[in-house]
């Protein structure tokens, strides 16, 4: 007889990247190569200066547990940083240091919003976000979007929602890495500020910027909860740490849950933050390897038959329009990783509605693994073309209704 299954974690929809992911490692585990375009992660270790400042700190650091808000330096330098990089003043006292931006939303969803809230949210977006809301019985709301507004919310849209207790906007976007400007986010937060919504701004791909400027909802409101990471411009996934900065009033609410939900971020991981800071030279020169890896799949994808490709302005993605080649993104993904082997995310990960005729492209990895995926899919897609039904069917397809 089993035990009690809680209506909440049955009805949380899986991460289907990691169901992608997952697969890939099958394949290459039975001796095949995989080119990983599926996850939104850098293929490059952290920055030299962190590893260092790790180092020091097993050497000399008991690594004991730290203050639940953050290492009272470290929560100084990203005060800092909103200075330097926004010209912003940020009190160290409004930084909470959290295990990732991943730590960091439902800290910010529990501290903003009542069971039954309502939240609104651009699709495509990060299915985290929904699949968080889901399990903290929260509604997701969301606002569907084009090309024509660059995959982001708008006011018109938010007039159009309802009753909305919340917003998340993310700013350079997952999965289309488009972005919001100043102004545009400025009239968002006077929107949810004169309805008393709460904006949560995800960040966590600034730094890793094309074109277009880099907007932070700290210039715009003091009533926005911002959220960031050092697992993407600052190459340091697998050390879980990141950031909030919030509103005055929710440090102390946020403060107790983090004391209970997680005691602390990981010291050690902490230092190396720290020290990731002085190596911008480093992780600007990763920024620069993205930029011409986006600038070669947008060149070659074409003739792989994907040519519906969003520009991506921030981040590490690409959003494929291939609803012209399949109605089953899933199946579409599954082939593409079985016959060419080539990981990419279905897009219903990132929209119910619509996803069925999309894909997400991570360029995070090397530019040889670029060039040797779209080699791939230009043979994989010749190896279609010679086959009869597959022409009648415009190349290869998940199942058609």
Known sequence: MSGKLSRRASGVDPFIVMDVMAAAAEKEAAGDTVIHLEVGQPSTPAPKGALAA????????????????????????????????????????????????????????????????????????????????????????????????????????????????????????????????????????????????????????????????????????????????????????????????????????????????FISVPTLSQYAALASFECRDELDGHVRRYRANRDLLMAGLPSAGLDRLTPAQGAFYLYADVSHLTNDSREFCRRMLREAGVATTPGVDFDRARGAGTLRISFAGSMAEMEDAVRRLKAWRRAWSKRPLVRRQRFPLGRRV
């Open 54 to 261: 790790a180092h020091a700190a097993l050497d000399t650091d008991r690594i004991g547990y730290a203050a639940a808000l953050g290492v009272p330096a470290l929560r100084e330098r990203i005060a800092q940083h909103y200075r330097e990089t926004y010209g912003t003043e940020v009190s160290p006292d409004r930084v909470v240091v959290t295990t990732g931006s991943s730590g960091g939303f439902p800290l910010a969803f529990l501290a903003s919003f009542d069971v039954g809230d309502r939240v609104a949210l651009a699709a495509p977006g990060y299915p985290a976000y929904r699949n968080i809301l889901a399990a903290l019985n929260l509604e997701a709301v969301d606002l569907p979007t084009s090309a024509a507004d660059r995959y982001q919310p708008t006011v018109e849209a938010l007039e159009k929602a309802g009753r909305i207790d919340g917003l998340i906007v993310a700013s350079p976007s997952n999965p289309t890495g488009t972005m919001v400007s100043h102004d545009e986010l400025r009239s968002l937060a006077d929107w949810c500020n004169r309805r008393g919504v709460r904006l949560i701004s995800d960040e966590i791909y600034h730094g890793i910027v094309y074109e277009g400027e880099t907007a932070s909802a700290v210039g715009v409101t003091d009533n926005a909860i911002v959220v960031n990471s050092f697992s993407k411009y600052f190459s340091m996934t697998g050390w879980r740490v990141g950031w909030l900065v919030v509103p005055p009033d929710l440090v102390r609410p946020i403060e107790r849950l983090t004391q209970n939900f």
